[in-house]
């Protein structure tokens, strides 16, 4: 979808992180305004969640 950028980031505004199989650098500017972390990753989508939830997990048990 060429220049639907504002279209798309307002459908997935209600979420915390949208994982993509790939977006541009205007996309990632859109959705760094609109406070969206996009997550860009390769595999299946069973690996690409079971790595996010292990980072999520990771990332809990950090003390800092």
Request: glycine share 4%; with cysteine; net charge neutral.
């Amino acid at each position: 979808m060429k220049h639907q950028n504002p279209k798309i980031i307002k459908a997935i505004e209600d979420c915390e992180v949208c994982i993509c199989e790939q977006f541009g650098p205007k996309a990632a500017i859109y959705s760094e305004n609109a406070g969206l972390k996009l997550v860009k990753d390769e595999g299946t989508i069973e690996e690409v969640l079971r790595k996010y939830i292990d980072h999520v997990n990771f990332m809990k048990n950090i003390k800092i």
